[in-house]
């Protein structure tokens, strides 16, 4: 049409940068304010299927992924500019894929132009026209949609307005980090004896994962793939004095993040930045298919548990990542009057 | 009283207007902006008992509803409107019924004044004093309240601000199709075999469907009362440059609309019109017993799917409904640069 | 640290007030706008392990306690006091307990700090910098936390703004009467004839408790620490006119408040001051680990219910409270016209 030729006069003329994915909980190399006008921001996804370990307990599952991670990368780019994603399904894939972005206009949010074939790749170029961080997720129709998702399939888009984040009276606000948590809820099935069943390729697990899945109850709840892959050496860091930025993302399920000793100081709930932020949560809500972010300002140094506050989902199915803080302990905020143990005064009658 | 009869003598001298409830997903004819002041609307509801077909494999279920349908029809009026029920219990129901609605205040809603026996009727009225979208209900007491709503006995009422609806900046906006989606889940008891029973009247499946009903977990989540109820024939429809705004209403259960290749341009996450409403949402959140209505004016035309992003949900208990945009498409949105298969890239090592 | 020195020096120069506390849904005594700078607030809790029972039929569990109530004691001080907390963990305990106040920053919430044995005590002082209502619940590490937890060990602190709380136009509001309600989530193992057991002390239902935990599908969702705790005698009470605070609380799970008959006028959703409140709400949602206030002027006389709406949980499984209240009834909000069985009007064909 002659709008879509005018269009492509003007996005020909674009300055195009490639963008390099990373593994979460990383995010690539962006700015925050934007530099100049909109851009082209080239990225690359392959759908790579793989047996992964998910539990320390050695269970096993046939992940579905973008880039080899559960969750995808996260991509960052900024209000106006142009999404490129080359979409590679490997010759070794066993099964089609695309992908379906929330943050994306028409055609299913791309997953009607993106569906490849092992082997094949697509390219589809779309608009990041509202800010705010997006589900991104596979989608090849019917029962595959839940099936892929719940395998993994799914990351996340931040969709930075051009002159950054604004706190809840309008004023810039910027992160000193990042990090991106996905969240997955897993449904794997166990044999008579009560193992984790582990299956030869994908599809032959589709039919029981389903049927679990079908419960609602999911097995395991992880963060980045596995239970305890964000603690011990890949905790979380920071110092104190350090803006954060947590960015979350469930693709599937409704959650509920919370900083045990910490808070949300500024938290887009729901996850769109032309929304002002609220302040001082203890814990946020994101819902299924859906994000969550919030900045905190860290004030003491020590251990941080980033958890789903389902202390259940937490604690029994994996829903925690550790964070370790260094600087200097600011006893006006909390002080230890007296130790255990040293003076018992007599209990009350109740 | 004396302003019991103040009051009475006041509204006497108000204009009255019949409303013709339609099934959902369609809304009666209304005024978005109130043509004058407050008005007494009179709507008519019939408590009925039906066996209806709720998924396509033929499972039945005794569904409880007002007007027949489930949910029941929205109503909508102005802030300040008086709304007056009729509510008709037929001779050949086997139950007693009652309506809560969320929007009045006192008398449980009303519940308390309407229970009507089979082949009673009672006239009710009550003032919309809150602008927004509320649930109502059958509540007749104790464990016929969850049995009355799992049955499918409940709608909404949509009170719009007298001056219209407004966006988050406080500039009003209009929309150009509405609709309304009651969200259902559903506990149906299966047999020895494993499949769904069938009972002769709503009283005997009772004691089984609210055994089902304790674990929380429902065996269908519907959009207008059966598994595609809103697909093929029945999808919606819209075209490119409209406003559509969706209302959605869950009278027992949390939900996550989304509108997948689509968002919530607008959302009213609460369904209140007195709060400014967030806006770029990829997905809303519902609370059991409570409403959201998104406004969205599309710019791709396509098939878009309407659905709680529970992917499990949607696909697998039914939570989808479809949409069938017409216009034109925008290649500066989206644009499928590279068809698939035409030239693989070499694949990275993961 | 010359810091800690500095902040210690003039903090020994704050007014020192004790407050005592109450059982829930009551509040200690506070003002409502803080009088004078800010204070060092000193609350006493004790952590007391008891046999209680939860349900009408008799079911009994091991409530692990803070102050002998589930939930425990909501403490009310303002932002910027401090909270001087002695935990008192009685010889005749059986467990180590500890708290985590998710209002506090740093030591997971005090968590690191407080963990004390049968016969210990321990004196932590922490700052309240961030308004609102927050949650606070024992956590002794690993499979401990969320047992501790699901047994009942959670309350609330509120911190008000010095100078109260303000409406969503940012004007002054104050209530005349406060209820906190604590909603908790049980997970009841049953014996070989589907009776719920009951346990000679709390460590021996512990891997039974989580085992059923696991299943995120509670036995009961009771309102302080039982079903129907706040029915009948204990039902809450107000007048017609008068503006009543709802802190409701939940530890663990979501949950959707909803007043029958009544309305949220102000609802802080995520229960933080620091934000607008949301306005006109028919039901608001509490994310597992947070809270929700709502402000409500009641306008009718009679019997409110005020639980969860998922009717399911609240008919079923507990989560109910009953409301009285005194006043003269507005035939303006509501009138019962016709009374049910006067005269039948012929019913419509569907
Ligand atoms: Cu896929
Ligand atoms: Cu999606
Ligand atoms: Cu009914
Ligand atoms: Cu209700
Ligand atoms: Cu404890
Ligand atoms: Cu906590
Ligand atoms: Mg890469
Ligand atoms: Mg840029
Ligand atoms: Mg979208
Ligand atoms: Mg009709
Ligand atoms: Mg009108
Ligand atoms: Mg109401
Ligand atoms: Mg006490
Ligand atoms: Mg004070
Ligand atoms: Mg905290």
């Known amino acids: 049409s002659a709008g879509a030729a005018m269009a ?19 995010l690539p190399k962006h700015d925050q304010v934007a530099k100049g006008g909109p851009k082209v921001v080239k990225v690359r996804m392959e759908t790579i299927e793989k047996l992964v370990q998910v539990a320390p307990d050695g269970t096993k599952m046939w992940a579905l992924t973008f880039n080899g991670t559960v969750p995808g990368p996260l991509i960052v780019v900024h209000e106006g500019d142009y999404v490129e994603l080359t979409l590679v399904n490997p010759k070794t894939s066993t099964m089609a894929h695309n992908v379906d972005f929330h943050a994306s206009t028409g055609a299913l949010g791309s997953a009607g132009l993106t569906l490849v074939a092992p082997g094949e790749d697509v390219v589809v170029r779309w608009k990041a026209t509202k800010a ?3 589900v991104y997720h596979c989608a090849p129709g019917g029962t595959m949609i839940p099936f892929h998702v719940i395998s ?17 009276k309008g004023k810039s606000v910027r992160y000193d980090r ?40 999911p097995t395991h709840v992880v963060f980045n793939g596995a239970v305890g892959a964000l603690t011990g050496d890949n ?4 110092k104190v004095g350090e803006k954060v930025l947590f960015i979350h993302s ?8 919370h900083l045990i000793g910490g808070h949300g100081d500024l938290v887009w709930q729901g996850g769109k930045f032309s929304d002002p932020p609220m302040t001082n949560q203890e814990t946020w809500f994101v819902p299924g298919g859906g994000t969550g972010v919030a900045l905190y300002e860290f004030k003491q140094p020590g251990l941080y548990v980033y958890l789903s506050h389902n202390l ?15 600087g200097k302990w600011d006893d006006d905020l909390m002080i230890q009057l007296k130790k255990p143990n040293e003076n018992s005064t007599p209990a009350m009658d109740h």
Chains 1, 2, 3 share one sequence.
Do not use: W
Not at 11 to 23: M, N
Not at 235 to 238: E, N, P, V
Not at 250 to 257: G, H
């Open 178 to 217: 990042a990090y991106y948590i996905g969240e997955q809820d897993l449904y794997l099935p166990k044999d008579k004896d009560g193992k984790y069943k582990v299956y030869s390729q994908p599809a032959e697990g589709m039919a029981e994962m389903l049927e679990v899945g079908k419960g609602l109850i």
């Open 235 to 238: 905790a979380l860091k920071a």
């Open 152 to 168: 993994g399939m799914n990351g996340a888009i931040m969709v930075l307005p051009r002159d950054g984040l604004k706190d809840n």
């Open 8 to 26: 492509a006069t003007d996005i020909s003329k674009l300055p195009v940068v490639t963008q390099e994915l990373v593994a979460p909980p990383f």
């Open 250 to 257: 469930q693709a599937n399920r409704d959650s509920r993040p």
């Open 312 to 326: 259940l989902e937490a604690v029994l199915l994996g829903a925690a990542a550790h964070m370790n803080v260094e």
């Open 132 to 134: 705010g961080v997006f």
